[in-house]
């Protein structure tokens, strides 16, 4: 009985949750109240706040609920047993631009996440969580660059800690203009073309005397 009452809790939530995403989606986090969002999901107002604090809370575990897996994926950029680090940087973002592209549910959740938000009174905490997780991509993703710079795979000169920022705007600004307009371009596959890019200006150059006895 208890596994039974436990388990309904957990589907409540998420029952509540996808509720919350349409609502969210449809009206704007600040514009919408939590009775709105009750009654789409045919619950009470003391059931939401059974299972959250107040609508920061709740917006904040939606994102959590979507976010969560991408930036699982992206922390094992900082994995110290990975063979190439880079590699894995570049394949993680990659994940993020694939899942975006295919999944509607990251799409309505990064739609609201871009769009839909407003950081004032209550909601930001909503801010606070996605400073802090943008944070930690950045921190997981440096590590991962600093590896490859110390096996020699990019060059030194500028910072692990610039080179993360620069890939997180751009990955960003690709999911950010794409949402937009999914028809404007294939987020995948320009996705692709403009890390690749980033990472190739990255890469270290032979020493030109190199390049001119290859020639000779």
């Known amino acids: 009985m208890a596994r039974r009452t436990k388990d309904d809790a957990l589907a409540t939530r998420d029952h509540i949750l996808n509720a919350a995403e349409l609502v969210f989606e449809q009206r704007g986090v600040s514009r919408c109240s939590l ?6 999901a045919g619950v009470t107002r003391g059931a939401i706040y059974w299972h959250f604090e107040n609508k920061a809370d709740l917006a904040n575990a939606m994102f959590k609920r979507v976010t969560l897996p991408l930036e699982e ?5 900082a994995d110290p047993d990975l063979a190439d680090p880079l590699l894995e940087v ?5 994940h993020a631009l694939r899942t975006t592209m295919t999944d509607p549910q990251v799409q309505r959740v990064f739609t609201i996440a871009t769009q839909k938000v407003e950081y004032v009174d209550e909601l930001l905490a909503v801010r606070e969580r996605r400073v802090n997780t943008r944070n930690g991509c950045l921190h ?3 590590i991962g660059l600093k590896r490859a710079m ?38 995948v596959k320009v996705g692709t073309q403009a890390l690749d890019a980033y990472l190739g200006g990255l890469a270290l150059k032979a020493p030109a005397a190199s390049v001119t006895t290859a020639r000779t």
């Open 140 to 142: 997981h993703v440096e």
């Open 150 to 187: 110390a096996a020699g795979r990019i060059d030194r000169r500028v910072p692990a800690s610039t080179v993360a920022v620069g890939l997180h705007a751009l990955v960003d600004g690709l999911i950010i203009n794409w949402l937009l307009d999914p028809t404007a371009f294939d987020l």
């Open 35 to 40: 009775q709105e969002i009750a009654q789409a």
């Open 73 to 77: 994926q992206i922390h094992r950029s």
């Open 90 to 94: 570049r394949n993680s973002l990659l």
